[in-house]
């Protein structure tokens, strides 16, 4: 399929195109790329730098979009993508591809590639250890006692009386869960591999998991197998009084559920960054429910100063017909 597209490729203008008879010698080095997403010029210009003999442009500037052969996308949205018949490749500056896989127009011959960058997973260890303490030294009891002037001390145990269970052991949670042991808490992970992780305490069996999780970080990919994972009878697994902290994807929670639990005190409370529809509707309970915390999928942002190498990289490859990296497996979903 590669080779196809490197036999079509629309030449830059400056890219020194040679004369044969009647036929044009093409740069195959060269790629049209289409830039998708909030801030595309700011990317444009960084992968410019770094890929000075390729095209770049935003969606909707392309005089000919069939001969665009890549696209390098940061929306969970795949239609701007159908615009693009020859498209061969595309590059998610997210880690999470989902939404795009979830599209039934999208041609599941294109190679995809989700985002894999050495900042994502410091960012996202930041975010979930920032929580959980926040979790630990019971900073939404105290939130929520100043709002109604109650001064009520708790018991603070220390991190190795913690036990934080951890759903999902890919690169995100891996980090994170390292993080975590580093401050002494202790920490329970499951994936239905169970495979090993240095200092996790590793199970294939989902209930086991929540009922020792006082808290519990969500950091699963988002298949067909875990939607819906947070559900009535994950809140009843897990101990009365644990919080949640929601950094994988909203469609993992089963809302009204998480909600009953919250009512019903089982749940002491949930830090949620992602929903099942974003932005969360102003109507939404989330936003007013005092065991609450609503932040705005901000927990890992794709940062261009670590992943425009990662996403130059893939271009060389895909410009040499070398395998490329990070590509998804469609039947697993990541």
Known sequence: MFAYYLLTYVPHPNSGNRECGDQTLYDRRMLNVVVIGNQASNWIERLRSARPDDRFDIDG?????????????????????????????????WMGVDALLSDPELDPDTALARMVDPGMPVSMAETVTAHVLWAHRHGDVYQRNQRNRLWEERHQPLAPQRTVTMLGLGELGRRSAQTLIQLGFTVVGWSRSAMPVDGVHVTADLEVALSVGEIVVNLLPLTDATRGVLNVNAF???????????????????????????????????????????????????????????????????????????????????????????????????
Request: glycine share 4%; with cysteine.
């Open 61 to 93: 500037a392309w005089t000919d979009p069939r001969v665009v052969n890549a696209a390098v996308i940061s929306v969970p949205n795949a239609k701007p993508l159908l615009r693009y018949p020859s498209l061969g490749f595309i590059q998610s500056l």
């Open 236 to 334: 009843r697994a897990m101990p009365v009084d644990a919080v949640l902290i929601n950094v994988g994807r909203g469609a993992h929670v089963v809302d009204t559920d998480l909600l009953d639990a919250l009512d019903a005190r089982h749940i002491r409370h949930a830090i949620l960054d992602v929903f099942a529809e974003e932005p969360l509707p102003a109507e939404h309970r989330y936003w007013i429910h005092p065991h609450v915390t609503v932040t705005p999928h901000v927990a890992a942002d794709s940062m261009p100063a670590t992943c425009i190498p990662v996403v130059a990289e893939n271009l060389r490859r895909l410009a040499a017909g070398e395998p490329l990296n990070h590509l998804v497996d469609r039947t697993r979903g990541y």
